[in-house]
């Protein structure tokens, strides 16, 4: 999310997830609660360095592999209010994202499906705002922990810091500060473009690879990501302008309930 200074771009700014180098070697095992599921963790150290690197912690290769289908009830756990009319910019991009990943849609499906909606949940949980340079939506920094659901082998990681820029396109209406042309900033269409772009580097796909390649510091990179999530998800974050916070929360509500099990009466 650094604008390289060799190359000039008005239109677009980088969405990059800044790394620390990963000591693999010094681990230590935990467990942790990742929203209703159980999750077993691996943390990971980073040596005391602030040379920035591009981190890659591959998984086992099983840890990717998910379990027979399991009864999963995702809901917006990381939200500060059930009341729409108290919800921060924060809390309605999260949202947004949460109603594309429960979902089944070529975006959701790209991420893992429903699954991945506990990553997220993680992510904002961990954002705290701050102001930064300008050309920066979101950073993510620090050790990462590998976390693996117990019930359905899905897998993604969480780094010590994420932040979000008070001085960029998360909230400031600057087109300089822009992520995507097609996108205004301080829109919800950008702001749920960011929290997407920063997903694709928690999650795996294919291949025990992340969605989204590493691209801190990697210019071409990043626009390359920033494009692919536009590819598989501009549908969805396009139809986001049909629904309020109010119908989405009912949305959230109706798919959580109809997935329950039947409790019948004598």
Same mark, same amino acid.
């Given at each position: 999310?650094?604008?390289?200074?060799? /190359? =000039?771009?008005?239109?677009?700014?980088?969405? &990059?997830?800044?790394?620390?180098?990963?000591?693999?070697?010094?681990?230590?095992?935990?467990?942790?609660?990742?929203?209703?599921?159980?999750?077993?963790?691996?943390?990971?150290? #980073?040596?005391?360095?602030?040379?920035?690197?591009?981190?890659?912690?591959?998984?086992?290769?099983?840890?990717?592999?998910?379990?027979?289908?399991?009864?999963?009830?995702?809901?917006?756990?990381?939200?500060?209010?059930?009341?729409?009319?108290?919800?921060? &910019?924060?809390?309605?991009?999260?949202?947004?994202? *949460?109603?594309?990943?429960?979902?089944?849609?070529?975006?959701? /499906?790209?991420?893992?499906?429903?699954? #991945?909606?506990?990553?997220?949940?993680?992510?904002?949980?961990?954002?705290?705002?701050?102001?930064?340079? %300008?050309?920066?939506?979101?950073?993510?920094?620090?050790?990462?922990?590998?976390? =693996?659901? !117990?019930?359905?082998? *899905?897998?993604?990681?969480?780094?010590?810091?994420?932040?979000?820029?008070?001085?960029?396109?998360?909230?400031?209406?600057?087109?300089?500060?822009? &992520?995507?042309?097609?996108?205004?900033?301080?829109? %919800?269409?950008?702001?749920?473009?960011?929290?997407?772009?920063?997903?694709?580097?928690?999650?795996?796909?294919?291949?025990?690879?992340?969605?989204?390649?590493?691209?801190?510091?990697?210019?071409?990179?990043?626009?390359?990501?920033?494009?692919? &999530?536009?590819?598989?998800?501009?549908? =969805?974050?396009?139809?986001?302008?049909? *629904?309020?916070?109010?119908? =989405?929360?009912?949305? #959230?509500?109706?798919?959580?309930?109809?997935? !329950?099990?039947?409790?019948?009466?004598?």
């Amino acid at each position: 999310m650094r604008r390289t200074k060799s /190359l =000039q771009f008005t239109s677009a700014v980088l969405l &990059v997830t800044h790394f620390t180098l990963i000591n693999s070697a010094a681990q230590s095992a935990l467990v942790k609660s990742a929203g209703s599921d159980r999750y077993n963790a691996i943390k990971e150290t #980073a040596p005391e360095t602030n040379t920035p690197g591009v981190v890659s912690a591959p998984l086992p290769e099983e840890s990717t592999k998910h379990s027979a289908p399991v009864m999963f009830h995702p809901s917006p756990t990381a939200l500060k209010s059930r009341d729409p009319e108290k919800l921060g &910019v924060i809390d309605r991009a999260y949202l947004d994202a *949460f109603t594309i990943l429960n979902d089944e849609n070529s975006c959701s /499906l790209f991420f893992g499906g429903r699954y #991945a909606i506990n990553a997220l949940t993680e992510l904002i949980r961990e954002l705290k705002p701050r102001y930064m340079d %300008r050309n920066i939506a979101i950073k993510m920094s620090g050790e990462t922990t590998i976390f =693996q659901s !117990q019930a359905t082998g *899905f897998s993604f990681r969480l780094f010590e810091k994420a932040e979000v820029n008070l001085s960029g396109s998360f909230y400031q209406n600057t087109l300089h500060s822009a &992520v995507s042309s097609l996108f205004r900033p301080n829109t %919800r269409e950008t702001r749920v473009l960011v929290l997407l772009h920063e997903l694709g580097h928690m999650v795996k796909g294919p291949g025990n690879r992340w969605v989204l390649p590493d691209d801190g510091g990697d210019l071409s990179q990043s626009l390359k990501n920033t494009a692919q &999530v536009i590819s598989v998800c501009k549908q =969805q974050i396009d139809s986001l302008s049909k *629904f309020t916070a109010s119908q =989405q929360l009912a949305m #959230a509500d109706e798919v959580s309930d109809t997935n !329950q099990p039947s409790v019948q009466t004598p």
